[in-house]
């Protein structure tokens, strides 16, 4: 298995796509696996500077002349509602939350599978 650090990390572009978020932009996304011993530091490292995680990949987004969409981390220790998102909570009080034990279900890998056919579409 390859150990990837900081110094021998390989970072990889890919190409441009249609943005999910902007109608007539383009994304791009910088990315690298993170596997081996030293994937847990360098998970924490890149993510302190921006990364986003999707099961083994870390990614940014490195669109060319736009710098629309930032990686927020909230520290849930020193949140606090603002009036806005209580009236957010307010209008969605009708959503109800179910806590089960941490079981996969069919119903769930169907909605992923969707999820990833919908998110990186298939090379033509």
């Known amino acids: 298995m390859t ?6 990390t390989q970072l990889f572009l890919t190409a441009a796509m249609p943005c999910p978020y902007l109608p007539g932009k383009q994304e791009r996304k910088l990315f690298t696996h993170l ?7 360098l998970h924490h490292l ?9 099961q083994n990949l870390i990614y ?5 002349g ?3 969409c930032q990686s927020v981390r909230i520290v849930a220790g020193e949140f606090e509602a603002s009036s806005c998102f209580r009236r957010v909570l307010r209008n969605n009080d009708d959503i109800a939350i179910d806590v089960r034990p941490t079981t996969a279900t ?3 890998y169907d909605l ?11 090379a033509a």
Do not use: I, V, W
Request: contains cysteine; charged residues 25%; proline residues 7%.
């Open 46 to 54: 890149l993510s302190e500077n921006g990364f986003r995680r999707s």
């Open 60 to 64: 940014r987004p490195a669109c060319e």
């Open 106 to 108: 069919s119903e769930q």
């Open 112 to 122: 992923f599978k969707r999820y990833l056919s919908h998110a990186m579409p298939a």
């Open 35 to 41: 596997t081996g011993r030293r994937a847990s530091a």
């Open 3 to 8: 150990d990837h650090t900081p110094e021998t």
């Open 66 to 68: 736009c710098n629309a």
